[in-house]
């Protein structure tokens, strides 16, 4: 049976939990499974720029015995001239799963209902739900059980990363609080899509304006760049509009004792974070950025297995 995974509740807690163990795993023993044998290729696709969506996924289908195809958007046929619908099909006869990094949602949609093969969202302007794999990974590492841990994001609310942490954290029964101004709290249905989520689990997502409250006794500190890809017209706005929302020392204090900080980076030092944390002691950036190559690894096998699955 096709699964896609197109933004994180996509799939059960009970499957977050299972494809976080199989993580576990694949660090643990970098080549135990080989899907991909043959070598199989799986396309990995990008409308947007990156480093560590592309290295991890091009070392990662290789880890599994496959071979990954790039392909930028900018001198392929997708992105304009053919649709994803219509580029799926083609792609599905030869290869055994599509990576694709966009803008809108629903191009991955519509890709995803064109084809029989797994769909895999490495970013959209709404979700980024394989950073998330990577993060909680990182977040399970450092704190051992996730469920009733407090994470709390600065920043850009309406971002693909708060919105992410708003569904996957529920998922894993975590406690989200997302500091914002009002004008970039995360989207309704998004955080109404969370609170259902997080009835099931006993996490729970809180919208809040004040950094100091929301920061109070964390265990996870995270934040995002204020200027996301497709953003960069609104850059000299939200500058102004997210000052407030830095992630200093100051602010850290407020947490846990023990709190980590994590970003999925890029960042920029000097705005939505200062060097002296992101390069501090309670920063985890390097593990969660090593983590996308493991997190992804499994979610890859754990699509394939599925695939093979009666419907
Ligand atoms: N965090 C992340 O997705 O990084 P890239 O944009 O470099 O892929
Ligand atoms: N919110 C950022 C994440 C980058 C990995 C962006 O979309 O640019």
Redesign the pocket.
């Known amino acids: 049976m096709t699964r896609h995974f197109l933004r994180d509740d996509d799939i059960t807690p009970a499957e977050q939990a299972e494809i976080l163990d199989l993580a576990v795993s694949l660090k643990a023993d970098r080549w135990s499974q080989q899907p991909l044998e043959g070598p199989q290729t799986v396309a990995v696709i990008f409308d947007?720029s990156s480093t560590r969506t592309r290295v991890s996924f091009a070392v990662g289908i290789a880890d599994l015995g496959g071979s990954p195809l790039i392909i930028s958007t900018a001198n392929s046929q997708l992105g304009g001239k053919e649709t994803p619908a219509d580029t799926a099909r083609v792609l599905e006869r030869q290869v055994a799963a599509i990576v694709w990094r966009t803008y809108a949602q629903a191009g991955l949609e519509e890709m995803a209902a064109g084809t029989r093969v797994p769909v895999v969202n490495a970013?959209s302007d709404d979700f980024?739900p394989c950073?998330l794999l990577a993060d909680l990974l990182t977040i399970k590492e450092h704190k051992g059980e996730l469920a009733g841990l407090t994470l709390s994001f600065f920043g850009d609310g309406q971002?693909?990363?708060a919105h992410s942490y708003a569904l996957a954290g529920a998922m894993a029964g975590m406690h989200v609080r997302v500091a914002s101004p009002v004008d970039y709290a995360p989207r309704e249905d998004i955080v109404a899509d969370a609170d259902r989520i997080a009835a099931a689990t006993g996490g729970s997502i809180t919208l809040m304006t004040d950094v100091n409250e929301a920061a109070a006794g964390a265990d996870i500190i995270v934040t995002?760049?204020w200027v996301?890809?497709?953003k960069e017209e609104e850059k000299l706005a939200r500058l102004r509009d997210l000052g407030a929302y830095k992630v200093t020392q100051e602010l850290m204090s407020l947490a846990d004792g023990e709190a980590i900080f994590i970003h999925?980076?890029?960042a920029d030092r000097g705005y939505e974070v200062d060097a002296d944390v992101i390069d501090g002691p309670q920063s985890v950036i390097w593990d969660e950025a090593e983590n996308r190559l493991h997190a992804q690894k499994a979610l890859l096998v754990w699509l394939l297995a599925k695939q093979g699955e009666a419907a």
């Open positions: 947007k970013l980024h950073q971002s693909n990363m995002d760049t996301s890809m497709g999925c980076l890029p």
